[in-house]
C-alpha cells in the first residue's frame, strides 16, 4: 500500500491561490512546449487582481513572443499577424498598453512603413509569425526578451 501525502492549505494560501495567474497547455511538439514558471517573468506571477486588463493582456502577450523567440533559428525573428483587418504582418518593435484597456504594437510592416496598432483587450487577436530577419541585419532582434527583462525593471527598452 503506498502512502499519499495531502497538502492541506490554509484559508489565506486557497484564496491566494484563486488569484494567482494559471496557464494549460498541451502540445504534440516537444519544441513548441509552453514557458515554464522558471522562465516567466516574475510579473507575472503577481495576482491578477492588482492589475487592469490592459496590463494583464500586455504581460502575457510578452510571454508568448519570449517562448515564440525560443523556437525561432538564427535567420528569423517573430513577426505580429493581426485578425479581422488588412495589417498584414508587422516585424514589432515595441509593445505597450494604456489602463484600463488597451494595447499597442509599434512595428513596421511589410513594405518598409512605420506601423502602429491600437487594440482594445476584448478585440484581442494575434498572430506570432516566423519573420525573415533583414539581410544586413547580422542578429534577429529578440524584442521578446527584452520586453520581459523590462518587466522585472531589468532592462530600459527605450534605449
Known amino acids: 500500500m503506498t502512502k499519499t501525502t495531502m497538502q492541506i492549505d490554509t484559508s489565506a494560501e486557497l484564496m491566494e491561490n484563486d488569484i494567482l495567474p494559471k496557464c494549460h497547455e498541451v502540445h504534440t511538439n516537444p519544441a513548441t512546449r509552453p514557458a515554464t514558471t522558471q522562465d516567466m517573468p516574475k510579473a507575472l506571477s503577481e495576482p491578477v487582481a492588482q492589475k487592469s486588463p490592459a496590463q494583464w493582456a500586455y504581460e502575457r502577450i510578452i510571454m508568448y513572443i519570449q517562448n515564440f523567440e525560443k523556437q525561432l533559428d538564427n535567420d528569423h525573428e517573430v513577426g505580429l499577424g493581426l485578425a479581422g483587418g488588412m495589417t498584414g504582418v508587422i516585424k514589432i518593435e515595441g509593445l505597450g498598453y494604456y489602463d484600463p484597456d488597451i494595447v499597442t504594437y509599434y512595428g513596421m510592416n511589410e513594405s ?11 478585440q484581442l487577436n494575434v498572430t506570432l509569425v516566423a519573420s525573415p530577419k533583414h539581410i544586413d541585419q547580422p542578429e534577429p532582434n529578440r524584442i521578446g526578451f527584452r520586453l520581459a527583462s523590462a518587466l522585472d525593471g531589468d532592462e530600459d527598452v527605450t534605449t
Open 112 to 122: 518598409g512603413a512605420r506601423t502602429q496598432l491600437i487594440q482594445h483587450v476584448s
